[in-house]
């Protein structure tokens, strides 16, 4: 009988056992999360948009949980998860213990990372983080990076924890701030400007050190990164197939920007050649006339779930 990777249907005890506990950032990542998993081919599934509890549907996990990212990686370097997903910034700012599998490169609105930086107000003659004097008052959700910060610069910092809108304390109540930005929009409107950065955060799919140590649990985690970064690498890309005659492969050749090798196929009889590659969607409005007028025929366009090496 065929089995899991095989042709054919396999039983229930053909899959592995579901050995995982997950947990999933809640906030501004968790709709990108979501999307993301949903694309992977693991749909996650709650009562409604509001419950902490969730399930997947899939043979390798065994529960799931939906909790704020600052808490994550607390939460998975003490056992109470065997997997999670969870930015840079808040590994460093709890100082967890966590095995990380790799960059998730998505965020709450792009595939760039976040940002955390230090800001003061746009009419500030500061222009260096140096340029700050001792005792100088710093809002920020970060206390524990914020502080490492301004040791390593040897200034005497008054950081003071912000529970939000940590922005629109400049210039009243703080003299300047730290604060996460993807895109610098909000800072921007705030009437801020940036002086330094302190670290750059993608999204990151962590561990717990004693489950990533046992071979079963490590494989299952493997195998689910898998399915999340093979539909990352495939955002944004696109396969073209077409046929070529002979005398006109090499110069369509040429205008494939190819992340690998095109794929050249011999057509039966005297027919030419049948090409495939993959290139990225952007362009892909001047590529495919292009193609054309090199002398390319029967061009197919066709999207990409995932693309896993």
């Known amino acids: 009988m065929a089995r899991l990777f095989g042709f054919g249907r396999p039983s229930r005890s053909d899959y592995p056992r579901r050995v995982l506990k997950l947990v999933l950032p809640k906030g501004s990542l968790e709709r990108s999360t979501m999307d993301l998993f949903e694309a992977a081919d693991l749909p996650v599934r709650r009562d409604s948009s509001v419950s902490y509890k969730a399930t997947i549907d899939d043979p390798r996990i065994e529960s799931v949980r939906i909790l704020r990212p600052q808490e994550i990686p607390m939460y998975v370097s003490e056992g109470m998860f065997d997997l999670g997903i969870t930015g840079r910034d808040w590994i460093e700012e709890t100082s967890s213990e966590v095995v990380s599998l790799g960059e998730l490169k998505y965020s709450k609105a ?19 983080v140096e340029d ?3 005792g100088v008052r710093v809002s920020t959700e970060y206390p524990v990076v914020t502080r490492k910060f301004f040791e390593s610069k040897g200034i005497e910092a008054d950081i003071r924890l912000s529970y939000g809108a940590t922005e629109a304390k400049i210039p009243d109540i703080v003299d300047c701030i730290v604060e996460i930005t993807e895109t610098g929009r909000a800072l921007r409107a705030a009437g801020l400007k940036v002086i330094d950065e302190i670290l750059q955060s993608y999204t990151e799919l962590v561990a717990n050190p004693a489950a990533y140590e046992d071979p079963e649990k490590a494989h299952a985690m493997g195998q689910i990164r898998t399915l999340l970064q093979g539909v990352l690498e495939a955002r944004g890309k696109v396969l073209v197939k077409l046929n070529v005659a002979d005398a006109d492969l090499d110069g369509v050749i040429e205008l494939l920007p190819s992340m690998k090798a095109p794929t050249v196929s011999k057509l039966h009889g005297d027919g030419g050649y049948a090409v495939e590659t993959v290139v990225e969607r952007r362009g892909i409005n001047v590529l495919i006339p292009a193609l054309k007028d090199a002398g390319a025929s029967d061009i197919i366009e066709l999207p990409l779930a995932k693309i896993v090496h």
């Open 132 to 134: 700050l004097p001792h």
């Open 110 to 128: 792009t595939s760039r990372p976040i940002r955390m930086v230090v800001a003061v107000a746009g009419d500030s003659p500061i222009e260096r």
